[in-house]
């Protein structure tokens, strides 16, 4: 009676545990989704009326007779820019990261030269570059054939450079160098820039992070660029590695296999 006693309460206890876990997975896992779809629609949403919003401020500056610099309404126009520019960037990034959790981005695959595709995220960063005297390096064989989605890419590139050029002081260098091994490509972003303490190097890649709150907003930054970058690598079934010292400068490594299978439903390559 004793041991039949103690297999019906064990029974219905271990029951019990999964029917609760079940019942609490459940909202968990619906609030998560909600909360994805919240995001995603409420960025689709809000990119409209801020693109309305940078065409007012375009035709108020057409049509401000010359003024001077310090003329107030300039002022203010240019405030309102800068904060429109900034809230349409973090909108975006909040639309790819809402869309990459519920893999709804469709991943273009080609093989393609990858040479020019840096060279043109290069042109693109080279005012930022330019304003603060930092010298743009590219070190990168004549050709160099890969295989990955080219617009993934270049945002990947893009936000690795700009972030270089953002915190590194006026004067100081940044390269791009870029290799290839038998099985992946190789990708450096190298800085002479402020470094990243030990204790966040962790962290960087995490949502919404950033090491140097006031610094990063000051720059413009919302501390979503590497979970962004984070994404598009390992969507290419590779990997990303950072090396920092503080007063130094960073590198951020990216290695990305050659040969990468797509595994359906998943939304990324592995190798
Ligand atoms: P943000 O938009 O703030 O730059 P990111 O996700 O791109 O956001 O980067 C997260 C944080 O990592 C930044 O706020 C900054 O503190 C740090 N960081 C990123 N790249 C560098 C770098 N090259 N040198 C120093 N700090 C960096």
Partial sequence: IFVAFLVIFFGVASFMSVVMSKRAMVPITNAFTRQREFVADASHELRTPLSVIMSSIDAMEMTIEPVPEENFV???????????????????????????????????????????????????????????????????????????????????????????????????????????????LCLQVQDTGIGIKPEDQGHIFERFYRADKSRSRQMGGHGLGLSIAKWIVETHGGTIQLTSEIGKGSTFTIRIPIQSTWVSGTGSYVN
């Fill in 74 to 184: 300039r002022k203010m126009l240019l405030n309102m820019r800068q904060e429109v520019k900034r809230m349409t960037n973090l909108v975006g990034d909040l639309l790819t990261l809402a869309r990459s959790d519920s893999n709804t981005i469709e991943t273009k695959m080609e093989t393609f030269d990858f040479r020019p595709l840096a060279g043109k995220a290069l042109e693109s960063v080279s005012p930022l570059a330019a304003s603060k005297q930092i010298a743009l390096e590219m070190h990168a064989p004549d050709t160099l054939t890969a295989t990955g989605d080219p617009q993934r890419l270049s945002q990947l590139l893009y936000i690795l450079l700009d972030n270089a050029i953002k915190y590194t002081a006026n004067g100081g260098e940044v390269c791009l160098t870029l290799s290839k091994g038998e099985s992946q």
